[in-house]
């Protein structure tokens, strides 16, 4: 596409949901918005008369909080249909029936889109903080900071001098309505996207507490048979349904447990690093995107247009144009989604189960002396199977005709020596050189694999063209 990768950075949810009491006591939940919830538990929480910058300082760190437990999913994820409760004792005081002083609410209203965090994290600091009166804590002390504001420290010197030098403030952040966080559609092999690679993530660090879940060794948003042996064993160690599918039930166990070896309920969260973070999926495709992710799917539209006599194919060209919606659109309808036009998660998804049921339907004579498809997942280092013996195969069929790539080892294991024969291939013939198989570079080397195959192997009766003596 023509838009630069995207960090997965926290919005401020319009509304937030508020358990009026301990986690477990038996207490209704509210839903307020932020803004309003802020406004109220910084004015049960400090003082109006304050100097302004140790309410803004106090309005930040009351913010960073609510965020943190928000963007974890700190309740939700074990269970609870909550997003924050009104304990004290674990988080903020809220009271529905308070009074909001204006001053502060006016504050709040400009400065509800900021909160800090640790430099070079993603997630809000868990920014504890305490009255410094009757207790204190390892944060910000509420009546420390009235003392600092009143010697002239700013509202962000305030902030690190409690909670260190290597916190930045975030301003000017979106607003975006509440979602369930958990995939609209079950993750699986061949699934890709932005929710896998949030799941690669949170599996790969897992995995340093756990160490029988296999490392993924290439996060990057596209669900291979690595991750399905990573979620796999997730399920096998914590008693779920072993399908090699995360549901809802597999995601929210991988957050509660990512939650947890994390700690994030400390001060000193390890926070998400904008690396772990890169989206590498845009939310969906539409007229006017370019590049890589069109060429896949108009590679994959074409696949499936074969088998649909309603279809028509066209150029893979990497330009989403007229053509690719009115293809867009037939699949679309052909499948009973919305005809939008638009590739977004579910038509993506739908698209990939259409094309993988083909590949699988069709019986092995359907591939005597030609390639089979692209498996429907990419191949990269740590894959083993079949289809990895089959890639290598074909490698070496190349190999026979083209002098820079080399001859491999067929063991169904793609190793270095097989990611430098992918480099050469893919150098030799103007691809994306990532040492990875997607449906791109496949369909290159099934191609020639087709042409070097037709072209050595002669049925009876076929003879070469010069004279016989």
Same mark, same amino acid.
């Given at each position: 596409?023509?838009?630069?990768?995207?960090?997965?950075?926290?919005?401020?949810?319009?509304?937030?949901?508020?358990?009026?009491?301990?986690?477990?006591?038996?207490?209704?939940?509210?839903?307020?918005? %932020?803004?309003?919830?802020?406004?109220?538990?910084?004015?049960?929480?400090?003082?109006?008369?304050?100097?302004?910058?140790?309410?803004? &300082?106090?309005?930040?760190?009351?913010?960073? %909080?609510?965020?943190?437990?928000?963007?974890?999913?700190?309740?939700?994820?074990?269970?609870?249909?909550?997003?924050?409760?009104?304990?004290?004792?674990?988080? /903020?005081?809220?009271?529905?029936?308070?009074?909001?002083?204006?001053?502060?609410? !006016?504050?709040?209203?400009?400065? *509800?889109?900021?909160?800090?965090?640790?430099?070079?994290?993603?997630?809000?600091?868990?920014?504890?903080?305490?009255?410094?009166?009757?207790?204190?804590?390892?944060?910000?002390?509420?009546?420390?900071? &009235?003392?600092? &504001?009143?010697?002239?420290?700013?509202?962000?010197?305030?902030?690190?001098?409690?909670?260190?030098?290597?916190?930045?403030?975030?301003?000017?952040?979106?607003?975006?309505?509440?979602?369930?966080?958990?995939?609209?559609?079950? !993750?699986?092999?061949?699934?890709? @996207?932005?929710?896998?690679?949030?799941?690669?993530? #949170?599996?790969?660090?897992?995995?340093?507490?756990?160490?029988?879940?296999?490392?993924?060794?290439?996060?990057?948003?596209?669900?291979?048979?690595?991750?399905?042996?990573?979620?796999?064993?997730?399920?096998?160690? %914590?008693?779920?349904?072993?399908?090699?599918?995360?549901?809802?039930?597999?995601?929210?166990?991988?957050?509660?447990?990512?939650?947890?070896?994390?700690?994030?309920?400390?001060?000193?969260?390890?926070?998400?690093?904008?690396?772990?973070?890169?989206?590498?999926?845009?939310?969906?495709?539409?007229?006017?995107?370019?590049?890589?992710?069109?060429?896949?799917? /108009?590679?994959?539209?074409?696949?499936?247009?074969?088998?649909?006599?309603? *279809?028509?194919?066209?150029?893979?060209?990497?330009?989403?144009?007229?053509?690719?919606?009115?293809?867009?659109?037939?699949?679309?309808?052909?499948?009973?989604?919305?005809?939008?036009?638009?590739?977004?998660?579910?038509?993506?998804?739908?698209?990939?189960?259409?094309?993988? @049921?083909?590949?699988?339907?069709?019986?092995?004579?359907?591939?005597?002396?030609?390639? #089979?498809?692209?498996?429907?997942?990419?191949?990269?280092?740590?894959?083993?199977?079949?289809?990895?013996?089959?890639?290598?195969?074909?490698?070496?069929?190349?190999?026979?005709?083209?002098?820079?790539?080399?001859?491999?080892?067929?063991? @169904?294991?793609?190793?270095?020596?097989?990611?430098?024969?992918?480099?050469?291939? /893919?150098?030799?013939?103007?691809?994306?050189?990532?040492?990875?198989?997607?449906?791109?570079?496949?369909?290159?080397?099934?191609?020639?694999?087709?042409?070097?195959?037709?072209?050595?192997? #002669?049925?009876?009766?076929? %003879?070469?063209?010069?004279?016989?003596?």
């Amino acid at each position: 596409m023509n838009t630069p990768p995207q960090v997965l950075s926290p919005t401020i949810p319009e509304t937030i949901v508020v358990h009026l009491g301990a986690p477990d006591e038996a207490a209704p939940n509210v839903e307020v918005s %932020f803004t309003d919830y802020i406004s109220n538990v910084a004015s049960n929480e400090v003082y109006p008369s304050w100097n302004e910058n140790a309410l803004i &300082a106090n309005i930040i760190a009351q913010t960073s %909080f609510a965020l943190n437990r928000y963007y974890t999913e700190f309740y939700r994820s074990q269970g609870y249909d909550f997003d924050i409760t009104s304990s004290t004792q674990l988080d /903020q005081a809220y009271n529905p029936s308070g009074s909001v002083f204006e001053n502060i609410s !006016l504050l709040v209203d400009d400065y *509800f889109d900021s909160y800090i965090r640790r430099v070079g994290n993603v997630e809000p600091l868990f920014a504890l903080y305490c009255d410094g009166l009757n207790t204190t804590c390892a944060g910000l002390s509420q009546r420390e900071s &009235a003392r600092l &504001a009143n010697e002239g420290l700013t509202p962000i010197e305030i902030l690190k001098y409690f909670y260190g030098d290597d916190i930045e403030l975030v301003t000017d952040v979106s607003i975006s309505t509440p979602q369930e966080n958990s995939p609209t559609i079950p !993750l699986r092999l061949g699934s890709v @996207g932005n929710n896998v690679y949030i799941l690669q993530t #949170r599996l790969n660090r897992i995995s340093a507490n756990y160490p029988s879940i296999p490392k993924i060794p290439l996060v990057d948003g596209i669900f291979g048979t690595e991750t399905e042996r990573a979620v796999l064993e997730f399920q096998k160690i %914590f008693g779920l349904e072993q399908d090699g599918i995360v549901g809802k039930a597999t995601w929210y166990e991988i957050r509660q447990k990512y939650n947890a070896v994390k700690k994030l309920n400390e001060l000193l969260s390890e926070g998400l690093t904008y690396d772990e973070v890169l989206l590498q999926f845009a939310d969906s495709l539409s007229e006017g995107d370019t590049g890589l992710p069109v060429s896949l799917l /108009q590679y994959f539209l074409n696949f499936v247009s074969a088998f649909t006599t309603d *279809f028509t194919d066209i150029p893979i060209n990497g330009i989403y144009d007229g053509a690719t919606v009115e293809l867009v659109m037939d699949f679309q309808n052909y499948t009973g989604l919305p005809t939008t036009g638009v590739v977004d998660e579910l038509t993506w998804n739908a698209l990939i189960d259409e094309y993988r @049921g083909i590949i699988q339907s069709l019986p092995p004579s359907a591939y005597e002396g030609v390639a #089979r498809p692209f498996p429907g997942f990419v191949l990269r280092i740590g894959s083993e199977g079949e289809d990895v013996r089959t890639l290598q195969e074909y490698i070496n069929v190349l190999s026979t005709a083209y002098d820079s790539i080399p001859e491999i080892t067929v063991d @169904g294991i793609f190793d270095e020596e097989t990611r430098n024969a992918v480099y050469a291939i /893919q150098t030799l013939f103007d691809l994306t050189v990532d040492g990875t198989v997607g449906a791109i570079t496949w369909s290159k080397i099934a191609d020639e694999y087709n042409d070097i195959v037709a072209g050595t192997q #002669r049925e009876n009766n076929q %003879f070469p063209g010069y004279d016989i003596e």
